[in-house]
């Protein structure tokens, strides 16, 4: 088992609806959960991250978490052309948080149709 | 406006050949994290450091690559001999530490070992 599962997509939605990026992971301990964007040829970039059980929200986008279900997700209101790219999920390493290190997943390429 | 810088952002070089690729962490931050990505595997941790200390390289192969970080505005990765294998692109991160898990990326280095 993977210990940061990311279906590989693509995803693909039409502009201006919401757009669901899921991810699993396997560390009882992780505590820090991350959403970065990667758009072709381009770097990371972090987009949100979350602490605590339940929805967090940002502008268009909101992260959950569900720490008995291991699970995290982002969502994508009125999803843009522009939101077109790979969404990895990143979760620290280590019970208690004990690390800085983050186990990346393989990423969800999303793709918003005009 | 802060962020990872990091040089060379291209290197082609031939096999056998020694690469050595730097990174300035954002100021301030005392976590470092060298990375490798590939389409086939994903992204990699090679090394992470923190306040200048290597706290694990136990994703580098170690006969062949060395991180360093000579002062807490330079980090490091070296490739001595290149082999093709070795074509990634090679981020930088930095973070805050102090129980902040967020890293900040840098453009990367695009190697090609031919």
């Known amino acids: 088992q993977k210990e940061v599962e990311q279906n590989s997509g693509p995803l693909s939605v039409p502009e201006g609806a919401i757009a669901s990026l899921n991810c699993t992971y396997s560390d009882r301990g992780s505590q820090s959960f991350f959403w970065y964007r990667q758009y072709s040829g381009k770097s990371p970039e972090l987009i949100m991250f979350i602490y605590s059980n339940g929805d967090k929200e940002d502008g268009r986008f909101t992260a959950q978490l569900n720490k008995a279900s291991q699970y995290v997700s982002l969502l994508i209101r009125d999803s843009q052309p522009s939101d077109s790219a790979t969404y990895l999920c990143a979760v620290n390493q280590g019970y208690g948080g004990a690390t800085n290190k983050l186990i990346f997943g393989t990423g969800t390429l999303l793709a918003v149709q005009p | ?114």
């Open chain 2, 1 to 114: 406006d802060a962020r990872v810088t990091q040089t060379p952002r291209h290197k082609v070089t031939e096999m056998g050949q020694e690469v050595t690729m730097r990174c300035q962490p954002i100021l301030g931050h005392n976590t470092v994290f060298w990375y490798r990505q590939t389409m086939m595997q994903g992204l990699e941790l090679l090394a992470y450091f923190r306040n200048r200390a290597p706290l694990d390289d136990s994703g580098m192969p170690k006969d062949r690559f060395s991180a360093e970080m000579p002062d807490a505005t330079l980090a490091t990765l070296k490739i001595q001999p290149s082999e093709p294998r070795d074509s990634a692109v090679y981020f930088c991160a930095s973070g805050p530490g102090q129980g902040a898990y967020e890293q900040y990326f840098g453009p990367g280095t695009r190697l090609t070992v031919t």
